[in-house]
């Protein structure tokens, strides 16, 4: 089939590649020239692991082409999937649909002829039906252009994986014929046997951000039982472990640490929250409001915590180990780490930070912060080291290449990403928002094969 891919940001570079690859031929859309231009040589400009070798493949191959003109796109199919970003709105009012109108906009006096334009975004119930008027009062081909709403479960640093192979396919779809051509679409993945959800277009717009509004109370969850846990002395770590053991809960997303981060999770708490108190439905606004202050807090516990043990800010240093929301990219977007080294700037401290893929991206969003170019030399002359996110590397690092470099012997671990006994048989005194083992939950007591499998987040 012939596809067009409106917005080529994370989410939409890969889609295109990902249907590049079982088969279709596809053409990217974005208003980017740069970014246009870099996807026509084969490469993204985000991270994400193998996704750089699809995109040289298929423009390689001329199945995967990138433009700026949403002329071409209309003459050069009629299914048109839209992939623009639906940011928060201030203050979490909402989600912002000024990308996704503009598209519309852009595309709908093209349209000559029959077509069905399918939203990926996130966005609030109710979107597609709006969007379905508009298309029908702007394009010429009228009530012939459908809208259907196909939502996406990607997670970063596992795109490429997650889009070839979902855990699930959901289309809300408004028609018999256009839920035929989406079957088409993703016909190599339902003969692989992917789960296929044919539903209506509210249900759907509804998926990705019941979803993720349940994984982040899942983090939410965990930490809030950290709290009791740094009262009572129980093991976090542990008690995750075994709740996680019950297959109706699961292991993924209960790991105590900073929280949540990134451009999806706070968007969709904030998102779903916000559409729930306009809906009357005060039970989901008030438990999503909670599940994201929660989530807040955390960060402000570690900065109470780093003053707590250093004393006056003003003259230490810290060293901040990790500036992604996660490991595995380089997106800093609502960064825990990156939050807690900013609060800690401002009351004095001087926050050097080191990444090994974020560094680029932090230094454009937080440039008042110092950078190293390795752990170790963000530490050198620092008073604590602080890890706010989990890169295995952290989890290696040498304790005493670090205390060589280091002026003092103070570890906080803010995520459970290193191995506490090893820094406190090296000197280092190791604080955490919580009392755990000497294991993070990769490498947790429990006896091997007993556990239930879970995909991670």
């Not at 570079?13 to 020239?33: K, P, Q, R, S």
């Not at 014929?177 to 509804?206: F, G, K, Q, S």
């Not at 807090?297 to 180990?321: F, M, N, S, T």
Request: glycine share 10%; hydrophobic share 45%.
């Amino acid at each position: 089939m012939r596809l067009t891919v409106i917005g080529c940001g994370h989410l939409g570079a890969t889609h295109a590649a990902c249907m590049a690859e079982i088969g279709h031929e596809v053409l990217g859309v974005d208003t980017d020239e740069g970014k246009v231009e870099l996807l026509n040589t084969g490469r993204a400009w985000f991270m994400e692991p193998g996704l750089d070798e699809l995109l040289a493949r298929h423009t390689r191959s001329g199945g995967l082409r990138f433009t700026t003109s949403f002329a071409e796109a209309a003459a050069f199919g009629t299914v048109h999937f839209l992939a623009v970003g639906t940011p928060s709105l201030p203050y979490g009012a909402g989600y912002d649909l000024s990308q996704v109108r503009s598209a519309v906009r852009a595309l709908a006096p093209r349209l000559t002829r029959p077509a069905l334009v399918i939203g990926k975004s996130t966005v609030p119930p109710g979107t597609t039906s709006g969007l379905a008027r508009e298309l029908s009062s702007r394009a010429p081909a009228g009530e012939a252009v459908e809208v259907a709403w196909n939502p996406e479960f990607l997670r970063e640093g596992h795109a490429v994986a997650d889009t070839l192979r979902p855990d699930r396919i959901v289309l809300g779809v408004p028609s018999i014929a256009a839920e035929v051509t989406l079957r088409e679409v993703y016909r190599p993945m339902t003969e692989a046997d992917v789960p296929l959800v044919v539903t209506d277009a509210v249900t759907a717009e509804l998926v990705k951000g019941a979803a993720n509004a349940f994984l982040a109370t899942k983090i939410s969850f965990i930490n809030a039982m950290a709290d009791i846990c740094a009262w009572t002395g129980a093991d976090v770590a542990l008690l995750a472990d075994a709740v996680g053991m019950d297959p109706r809960i699961g292991r993924a997303f209960l790991t105590a640490g900073l929280g949540y981060g990134g451009g999806c999770l706070p968007k969709d708490v904030r998102g779903l929250a916000a559409f729930a108190a306009t809906a009357g439905a005060k039970g989901a606004a008030g438990l999503l409001s909670v599940v994201d202050d929660i989530n807040s807090g955390r960060r402000q516990q570690v900065v109470d915590l780093a003053e707590g043990l250093l004393g006056h800010l003003p003259g230490k240093r810290i060293a901040l180990w990790g500036a992604a929301f996660k490991p595995g990219t380089d997106d800093v977007r609502d960064s825990p780490g990156l939050d807690v080294a900013d609060r800690l700037a401002r009351l004095g401290a001087e926050v050097v930070v080191y990444d090994p893929q974020a560094a680029g991206n932090a230094l454009v969003a937080f440039p008042h912060l110092r950078y190293g170019d390795s752990a170790v030399a963000a530490a050198h002359q620092a008073d604590a080291v602080l890890v706010g996110t989990a890169w295995p590397e952290f989890a290696a690092a040498d304790p005493a290449a670090a205390t060589a470099a280091a002026r003092g012997r103070l570890l906080i671990d803010a995520c459970q990403a290193v191995r506490p006994a090893l820094w406190r048989a090296a000197g280092w005194t190791v604080a955490a928002p919580f009392p755990s083992t000497d294991s993070h939950p990769e490498r947790s007591p429990v006896t091997p094969g007993t556990a239930p499998g879970s995909r991670p987040g």
